[in-house]
């Protein structure tokens, strides 16, 4: 069968393609979109081709909202029933560089998560992205005694923030732009910093006696990470009170530069913990899931807009231009 697609040709070039799927096997199932989602850090990266695997010509995306359409033998699912999946790798004639921009997919049944019925289809497109974030969340072992720094406050970075004060943290959201600060506001945030205006780590360490027990850096600029380390409290040398335990880096965006710390300032001073986060476990997805599913996640507080696939080249342009910060394709 024929199924439309949004393809990256070349370099910087958004375009409308067709693949062929093949029929379902065993364990397979074949679902019609009725939306994708745009993670905004890696597809970019993959527009411009510094993304590891990325060959032109190819096709993007990893969050599809479906329903199931056709079955192959021994799948227990009904038709019609809703569904979150990821990477999609039928896509002839084009490579796959995750490859769920797609308007029917090829999946493998336990590569399916049903959706709860009480979860609205575009919240739940932010399945992935939300499992992301809190895969990074708990790499940093975060507690509700916690005080806690998010940097870049792009799609990850407000989920990140939404979900460390679902867990009882207190949250500081950086970043340059009024309106990803605002939109971190009306999610609960307990503050926010416009780092163009501040001096972010003198405020930081004003507002908490010294520094966040957990930092994360989610910009996805390389050079700003050992700025975001400094945020953690520097290690004393009087043994009264006694010697604080290290605050916890998280480095949870994409980078595609070498980040690097100064020593003295950040490693030697601070001592960290560092953990670098790598996308998300199946369960962590079904975990972010519930969360959406019980308000914890919010993903409308985050500014989202909503355009037919046949949009893709604007919505990308939009994205890349910084004058949207989530996209979430229809296809219905």
Partial sequence: MKSKAIVFPQASTVTIGEIDLPQPRAGEVITKTLYTGVSTGTELRVLVGKQVGGVFPLIPGYENIGEVFELGEGVDLAKGVRVFTSNHWSTAPYNSCFGAHVEYGLFKA????????????VDAVFAKTSAIALHGIQRGC??????????GLGLIGQLA????????????????????LEAAKQAGVDFTINAAREDVEQTVRKLTDGGVDVAID???????????????????WDPDPPYPPSGRLV??????????????????????????????????????L????????????IPTTVVSFQEAAQAYAALRDRTAVRVV????
């Fill in 161 to 180: 923030a939404q979900i460390a004060k679902a867990r009882g943290a207190t949250v500081i959201a950086i970043d340059t732009l009024d309106d990803r």
């Fill in 218 to 236: 989610v910009t996805g600029v390389a050079s700003v990470v050992d700025q975001t380390c400094r945020l953690l409290p520097i290690k004393g």
């Fill in 110 to 121: 336990a590569e399916l998560f049903p959706i709860p019925e009480n979860i609205d289809l």
């Fill in 251 to 288: 480095i949870l965006g994409s980078y595609t530069e070498p980040v690097a710390f100064s020593f003295r300032p950040s490693l030697f001073s601070i001592e960290p913990d560092i953990f670098p986060s790598r996308d998300c476990t199946p369960v962590d997805i079904r975990e972010a």
């Fill in 142 to 151: 975060l507690t509700a005694q916690d005080k806690v720094a998010v940097v």
């Fill in 290 to 301: 519930g969360l959406i599913a019980s308000g914890a996640i919010r993903p409308r507080s």
């Fill in 329 to 332: 394709f229809q296809w219905g």
